[in-house]
């Protein structure tokens, strides 16, 4: 007689085990996200002891009303916030899409407060203000030559660039100098004096330490302050619990702690950072003796004196040592037909150090439930140092191509022998001081924002450098009008000098007075949702130093946002800016080709346009959404350059107008269950009309980009987790020789074409819990991976270096490639 099915012994075993897999699926890998927040009463009162439940977790809050809930991703939730003497605040339908962080503070008052339907997509809350939300999760793990913040910028659309080293962005046709970035409300600085990205090193933003990224690429509101593209608001983390993360990998190591007192009044999040980049500059194809290190270190305390009043403190220290010896560097160029090759040898060595000190306090006051007010002083001091003595002997010549020879590749029939001695003694001192206040009231919908600050300046900059180019004994001399250049045919008794000269002392002072206004109001129309800001900034500087006269300027730029979200079955959102974008000329805009500062130069000014669309859908029973954004800007009174490498160069007047139009779309999703991927493209245009001679390209006019990120696992194995981005840019005007008209030469750079990948192994998370004894017990997180930079071995050209054919006087293009395929070893610890 056959056994009854659950006595059978082998059945039984296998049940057990389906069921075990499946539990261990459901609760060892489950995909979560993270609501937090502070729950406050009608007085603004924090309130203590709340029970927040959802599902399948629940958590309350801390005696200053702080919580922080775990919830089940990509599935929508009840979550309900109860508490002894207070009615019940309700949200229904929450969806979050895996590892994103949602802050919301609820007032609990008398009545209930039922909150429908709210939505957050794959970016975050969907967002009127056309600001883009980034998961700081994503920030922490995509792969790079720069992971973080920037890096995940670069896969925006609307956002360029053309060097894996830099951590620079240009957005919409703007420059590096064009962009705001933030951090806790303190503005952040980019080096005066660095001219290659091997010698930038670190970012200043610690993406170990970031809670919240925002970032908008034009049309943005009148509380950001005057620059003419961009916005990045980045805030740094408050600490719910002690943990110690660390870091390394072949490319440095971090490691950041976090403290959070007994009462949870004080906080204390602290990130340290080690950096050598020799990997990737031994990839390229100088052969170089070099020392690029980079040490950064940097604190945020927090400290709740009463439930009404909080001080805050944030302070950077960061040392960036560039030491590089280079030795020797073979090029091939050309085409099939004619291969060329440029061989060099080194003598010398350039050294950089570069160190900042950045210290910045802020007190936030709440009179009451509707009004915020906060009042920050901040200090930024840097010392630059450039010492460069260089020698470049170099010889052009064709190349064999004979692929039976045991030479081919190697140079032979030289068409052209020269010397190149650089020459840098470069030396700069900033300090900049800012007091800032910013105020906030709301009261149903409607926010009124304010602010008032004011910032010191004093730049002390001291410029020396200098090129001599020989060719077979001859000295080339600048291509000016004084200079009759007929060697070898009539000597040249003159004195020699150099092709390029910088020779200035500067000494300038800049007192700023700005602020802003704006009233933002959420409404119903009808049943369609409604919101619009409108707001004004104002900004007076006056410009002083040694050797020019005073220079004053005085600005208005009103700007405004409309957005309305449609009562209809699918879920949009349109929204409109348009304003005026105006930025008055930081140090470096001052200063023209030959070091001088010319103090007439004035603010730049841009009218912006920005048209959107967000339209958030399902699709295999999970979040997407696609965002879409035409723009255009018209530019003028502006202050033409040209880039080399990341070194810009101003011409340092206001002759010239310019614009820039373009389309950018982003589908933004889980396309791969529980994980966040997106694919972005963009199109740009842009040109500049330099003094009335016509318009011709900027160099930052890079047509189309198309990025892409993506994020899996492996079914069977999903502590496997794959991080992959690609990125294709086509090819800025640039390359050109120094003193060329840009009129003249309007060659592209070659596209750029990159793509990079990760494959760590998830050891533990979040998402995992591991009962006692168990060695995997003590860690919030254990991972280790490998990541493969430049995984299709791309050559990818920043710049040229021109040599001259002495036969022909014809000048070759030879470019100087970026870095090629690397493979980096990574593991990451938290307890």
């Not at 029970?51 to 629940?58: L, Q």
């Not at 030559?145 to 620079?168: C, D, H």
């Not at 805030?235 to 002690?242: E, L």
């Amino acid at each position: 007689m056959r056994k009854p099915f659950l006595e059978n012994k082998t059945l039984r075993y296998l049940i057990w085990a389906a069921l075990t897999f499946f539990f261990t699926l459901s609760f060892g890998f489950g995909q979560t996200a993270t609501i937090s927040g502070f729950v406050l009463d009608e007085n603004s009162v924090p309130i203590p002891n709340v029970n927040i439940s959802s599902e399948n977790s629940g958590t309350t809050t801390n005696s200053n009303g702080y919580y922080l809930l775990l919830i089940q991703a990509d599935k929508k939730t009840t979550i309900t916030f109860s508490h002894l003497g207070h009615q019940n605040v309700v949200l229904q339908d929450f969806l979050l899409n895996t590892n994103e962080t949602f802050v919301f503070n609820p007032v609990m008052k008398l009545d209930v407060i039922q909150i429908g339907g709210v939505e957050v997509t794959p970016t975050g809350k969907k967002k009127a203000q056309g600001i883009t939300t980034i998961s700081s999760d994503l920030v922490q793990k995509i792969p790079g030559a720069n992971a973080g913040v920037e890096n995940i910028l670069k896969l925006l659309p609307g956002v360029s660039f053309n060097n894996e080293l830099s951590t620079q962005y240009n957005v919409r046709g703007g420059n590096f100098d064009e962009n705001l970035v933030y951090v806790n409300g303190i503005e952040v600085y980019r080096p005066f004096l660095v001219r290659s990205a091997q010698q930038e090193g670190l970012s200043f933003v610690n993406s170990n330490m970031v809670e919240n990224v925002e970032f908008s690429a034009g049309g943005f509101q009148a509380k950001y302050g005057d620059r003419l593209s961009s916005v990045l608001d980045i805030r740094y983390k408050i600490p719910a619990t002690f943990s110690v993360k660390v870091e390394g990998s072949f490319l440095g190591a971090a490691t950041t702690m976090e403290t959070i007192s007994k009462n949870k009044d004080f906080t204390t999040i602290t990130g340290i950072r080690y950096r050598n980049n020799a990997l990737f500059i031994n990839s390229q194809q100088t052969q170089t003796i070099a020392t690029p290190t980079f040490l950064d270190a940097q604190s945020y305390w927090t400290y709740q004196i009463s439930n009404t009043l909080g001080l805050s403190f944030l302070a950077n220290f960061s040392i960036n040592n560039y030491q590089n010896e280079p030795i020797a560097r073979q090029t091939n160029f050309g085409t099939l037909q004619e291969p060329r090759a440029l061989v060099v040898g080194y003598e010398g060595k350039e050294e950089t150090r570069y160190q900042t000190q950045l210290g910045a306090v802020k007190a936030d006051w709440r009179p009451n439930d509707k009004t915020k007010l906060d009042l920050t002083f901040s200090g930024y001091h840097a010392l630059e140092e450039e010492f460069t003595d260089l020698i470049a002997e170099y010889e052009l010549g064709d190349v064999v191509s004979d692929l039976g020879n045991d030479n081919v590749g190697a140079p032979i029939n030289s068409r052209g022998i020269g010397s190149q001695f650089n020459r840098a003694r470069n030396q700069l001192d900033a300090l900049i001081v800012n007091l800032y206040h910013r105020g906030i009231w709301n009261d149903q919908g409607k926010a009124l924002e304010w602010g008032l600050r004011f910032d010191y300046e004093d730049i002390r900059d001291r410029l020396n450098e200098s090129e001599f180019l020989d060719s077979a004994g001859f000295f080339i001399r600048p291509p000016n009008p004084e200079f009759v250049n007929n060697q070898p045919q009539e000597p040249f008794e003159a004195d020699i000098v150099p092709f390029e000269s910088v020779r200035a002392s500067n000494f300038v002072t800049t007192n700023r007075l700005s602020g802003f206004m704006q009233f933002g109001n959420q409404f119903k129309w009808g049943n369609h949702d409604v919101y619009y800001n409108l707001g004004v900034r104002a900004q007076y500087w006056a410009l002083s130093g040694e050797g020019f006269r005073t220079n004053r300027q005085f600005i208005v730029s009103p700007r405004a946002q409309f957005a309305i979200k449609p009562y209809w079955k699918k879920d949009m959102l349109f929204r409109l800016a348009i304003g005026s974008y105006q930025q008055p000329p930081f140090y470096r805009e001052l200063r023209d080709p030959t070091g001088r500062v010319n103090p007439d130069v004035e603010a730049q000014r841009s009218i912006h346009i920005v048209g959107g669309n967000e339209f958030s859908f399902s699709m295999f029973e999970r979040p997407f959404t696609l965002i879409s954004e035409m723009y255009y800007k018209k530019l003028n009174n502006v202050n033409t350059y040209t880039v080399e490498d990341v070194r810009i160069r101003y011409r340092a007047d206001n002759i010239s107008e310019a614009y820039a139009y373009g389309m950018d779309f982003r589908l933004n999703g889980t396309f791969v269950p529980g994980a966040e991927s997106w694919v972005s493209f963009g199109y740009l245009r842009t040109e500049e009309n330099i003094g009335g001679r016509g318009y011709i390209s900027r160099p930052t006019d890079q047509r189309f980009k198309f990025a892409m990120l993506f994020q899996d696992y492996m079914p069977n194995i999903p502590n496997v987790k794959l991080f992959l981005h690609l990125v294709y840019n086509t090819g800025v005007p640039g390359g050109s020789p120094n003193n060329a008209d840009p009129y003249n030469f309007q060659n592209r750079l070659r596209d750029y074409r990159r793509a990079d990948l990760g494959i760590s192994y998830i050891f533990a998370d979040n998402t995992t819990a591991f009962p006692k004894g168990h060695w995997l017990h003590r860690f919030k997180e254990f991972d280790v991976g490998f990541e493969i930079f430049n995984l299709f071995n791309n050559q990818n050209a920043i710049t040229n270096t021109w040599v001259r054919d002495v036969d022909s006087q014809q000048q070759f293009a030879v470019p100087n490639f970026l870095t090629s395929r690397v493979l980096n070893l990574k593991f990451n610890v938290r307890f």
